[in-house]
């Protein structure tokens, strides 16, 4: 079955306390996205990624850290989580000029 | 800067009725435009989506409507039925060559519930 899978699901962690988010897709996509939704914001991009080893900032990349080493996987690094960065965040993967296609959403709460 | 906007943060309609959601654009780089529909606890799926090219795009009782010159758009469910109770996101992007369409940017998004 075509997916997208994140880990975890859920996770409840503290002030600076380095976490990673896992993405990974089996669709053998070219593109992937990290995004967060908060109320009354929407999904804002985080950061995404072309290919291997190409990322780039997206709307919101403050505080986060990607990487691609490979094609399938695309991990999300908050190397010192904040409050503010409790939020409900998505992978999604693509190819070029195609529709994204979305994780289920890890939520995060940071204390 | 919100550059997709979405004004109406909810709409309750009745069974059988159109449903019409608006969404707003600001950046005329933006030249493909999607509709996104997302249930609790999963993750937002494609509904269907407009190329600048054109003015309408219809999928079944899904038909999404592009003006350019007002730089807007929006989607109509006809008939609404009681599952399309969930929020829809408006999302838009702008072909860059280098990212074409790996960058979308969103709307807030509107809480559509179809009563029985």
């Known amino acids: 079955e075509a997916q997208v899978t994140q880990n975890p699901r859920y996770l409840i962690t503290v002030t600076g306390k380095k976490l990673t988010v896992t993405c990974s897709q089996n669709?053998?996509?070219?593109?992937m996205s990290w995004y967060r939704q908060d109320p009354g914001l929407g999904l804002r991009q985080i950061y995404y990624?072309?290919?291997?080893?190409?990322?780039d900032k997206g709307d919101v990349p403050e505080g986060y850290k990607v990487s691609r080493k490979e094609k399938r996987n695309f991990p999300l690094i908050l190397e010192s989580p904040s409050p503010n960065q409790t939020s409900l965040y998505f992978c999604?993967?693509?190819?070029?000029?195609?529709?994204?296609?979305f994780g289920p959403g890890t939520r995060l709460l940071v204390l | 800067d919100q550059q997709v906007k979405q004004n109406s943060p909810s709409l309750s309609v009745q069974e059988g009725r159109i449903s019409i959601l608006n969404c707003d654009y600001t950046?005329?780089?933006?030249?493909?435009f999607l509709w996104y529909k997302k249930y609790p606890a999963e993750g937002p799926t494609f509904l269907i989506s407009?190329?600048?090219?054109?003015d309408k795009n219809e999928d079944g009782r899904f038909t999404v409507f592009l003006n350019k010159s007002a730089k807007h758009l929006s989607l109509h469910i006809v008939p609404s039925q009681p599952g399309d109770s969930a929020v829809y996101f408006c999302?838009?992007?702008?072909?860059?060559?280098?990212?074409?369409?790996?960058?979308?940017?969103f709307g807030q998004g509107t809480i559509l519930t179809v009563h029985p």
């Open positions: 990624s072309m290919n291997v080893e190409v990322t």
């Open positions: 407009i190329s600048s090219i054109k």
């Open positions: 999302a838009a992007s702008a072909f860059t060559g280098g990212t074409s369409y790996g960058k979308l940017t």
């Open positions: 950046n005329s780089m933006f030249d493909y």
């Open positions: 999604a993967s693509s190819n070029p000029m195609e529709t994204q296609y």
């Open positions: 669709m053998n996509h070219e593109y």
